[in-house]
Every structure is written in structure tokens, then in C-alpha cells.
């Protein structure tokens, strides 16, 4: 709140970011990122963007309780199940959105 500049390193070492890359790599990163994302099980994807978005109006106990939601709903769908077939079948998982 201060308007001070915090380079790399300090976001990097104060928790601001979760990683810093050079500049040239950043672009190709970024696409690792967004292809890590995407193929995320949609339903904890959404679930995530829905909490995300409602911690800004939720008091703490509304907040758990939305958290708790998503995940027993996450747990319980196909794909939930699909990413446990795929850890021990040694595979990549193929998330549905069910």
C-alpha cells in the first residue's frame, strides 16, 4: 500500500510470486503455465475460480464453508476418480468435466 517498488528477488523471496524467470523465458513459461492449468480437472478448476472470486465478499466461515463445498463436490466426480486410475495405471489422466 506503500507504492514501493519490489524487484524480482524480494516478490520472489517474501512470497509475492511463486517463481521469477528471465525475461526471454517468460512467454514460453507462461504457456507451460496456462497448459498446466488447462488440463486441470475442470470441476477443481472452477471450483477454484468461484472461491477465488467470493473471498472478497465472504467472512471467513462463508469463505471454509464454500472451500468445503467445491471440495467434496471435486472428490466426488468422475474425474476425480479418473485422476486416481491414472496415478496408478502410471498415465496421464483424462479429465472430462464429470
Not at 53 to 81: I, K
Request: charged share 30%; aromatic share 4%.
Amino acid at each position: 500500500m506503500t507504492g514501493r517498488i519490489v524487484d524480482a528477488a524480494e516478490a520472489l523471496a517474501i512470497g509475492m510470486v511463486d517463481r521469477v524467470v528471465p525475461a526471454a523465458e517468460l512467454a514460453d513459461e507462461t504457456a507451460k503455465l496456462a497448459q498446466s492449468i488447462a488440463a486441470a480437472p475442470p470441476i477443481a478448476v472452477a471450483g477454484i475460480k468461484r472461491a477465488l472470486a467470493a473471498a472478497e465478499h465472504n467472512d471467513l466461515r462463508a469463505q471454509l464453508d464454500l472451500e468445503a463445498e467445491h471440495q467434496m463436490r471435486a472428490f466426488a466426480s468422475r474425474d476425480a476418480a479418473e485422476g486416481l486410475r491414472a496415478f496408478f495405471e502410471k498415465r496421464a489422466p483424462r479429465f472430462e468435466g464429470e
